[in-house]
């Protein structure tokens, strides 16, 4: 199996800044990337993107992220489009964080059928059906579908191509435990917008003409983390 075009995998470590937009706007967020000394103008086609993550029942990669581990690890399952139904061309992703770095494995997945009651005896069969390495297969036995999340994105570039932006909005988290009741569903407020700035780490000297143009502080900003928090409150501390 082949990943599939629209996907990248991260074989160099590159860094994702974050920048938080609260009681904003989608234009506002434009004007700043379109203004800004980058001159980024729009690449590809804006589109929805879904998440499923995994974690251990402790939700190990919940508190390495929480409090900061250097190392970290995070596992998802990503696709394009629709969220519930016929899923066409997911990916499995393996996220490796070394202090603010990253990289990322890719392995494409068996098409599959998302549906209310999806259990963890669907997803045994859908990576059954996949061609995984034997150490991912074992990775995944230690760890449980934990949060469904989904939003907008649209994609920004750089006049010399060096460095993206991403423009995430219209979040919304499912509680996969709970799949069974469509009630689970809850979103963040529509004025909350997520800059995030990717780059390879051999241009970090380079960005600072870019981040000093933004009147917005770098910020600290999981999807994972405010997924998880939102249907588990007593753990935001």
Known sequence: MSTPANYTVLET???????????????FAKMLLKTNVGFFTPIYEKRRINNIYFDTP?????YE??????????????????????????VLEIKLKFGAAGKKKSFPLKAFKLTHGFSRKDWDSVFQASDLPENVRAELKRNIPTLLNTYQREYYQSFDQVFRFTVDYNMSFH?????????NEKSLPENTIILELKYDVKDDKAVKKITKALPVRLGKFSKYIRGVEIFNPHLAV
């Open 13 to 27: 470590a590159r860094f994702e800044r974050k920048f938080v937009l609260e009681n904003s706007s989608l234009s």
């Open 58 to 62: 402790n939700l190990t990669s919940y």
């Open 65 to 90: 992220n929480h409090f900061g581990k250097s190392e970290r690890t995070k596992i998802r399952i990503r696709w394009y489009g629709e969220t519930f139904g016929a899923i066409e061309e997911p």
């Open 175 to 183: 509680n996969v435990k709970s799949l069974t009741s469509s009630f």
